[in-house]
């Protein structure tokens, strides 16, 4: 059976010149962020204070850029964007009607009309709902 080899002993040097060449790569790819948002797509979970607290927070002033971010990110897809962005959107994207409307046009509208029948049967129903009613 083969001798098993004795490591050599820790070169300190040599660990250290490998060590600030790691660092060095790591600072070359490191990017720093300094500004940092919440995201306006995540539901916003407000605590209150416990009822004890003794600590009282001073009121702090409105980041308007913030409340925007919050307010654009609950508009209807309608409102944010100028064309459907899915295919489930496109139904129903335009919803407003293709014809006005005319009340007085007999063409298109038929109002409701009552002739004996209907009069007849409205009263039958009305006095059965209120003998149904009392007993």
């Not at 409105?62 to 139904?91: M, S």
């Amino acid at each position: 059976m083969a001798k098993p080899k004795e490591k050599e002993p820790v070169d300190i040097v040599h660990q250290n010149a490998i060590h600030v060449e790691t660092i060095m790569k790591e600072l070359r790819h490191q990017k720093l962020n300094t500004e940092f948002n919440i995201n306006p797509f995540k539901k916003l979970h407000i605590l209150t204070d416990k009822p004890m607290s003794k600590i009282t927070y001073g009121k702090q002033e409105e980041d308007p850029a913030f409340l925007r971010i919050i307010h654009e990110a609950r508009l209807e897809p309608i409102k944010k964007y100028t064309h459907p962005q899915t295919e489930a959107q496109e139904i129903g994207w335009l919803s407003s009607p293709l014809l006005v409307s005319d009340r007085k046009d007999r063409r298109l509208n038929f109002p409701r009309q009552n002739s004996e029948i209907t009069k007849y049967m409205e009263a039958a129903w009305r006095l059965k709902e209120q003998t149904q009613n009392l007993g």
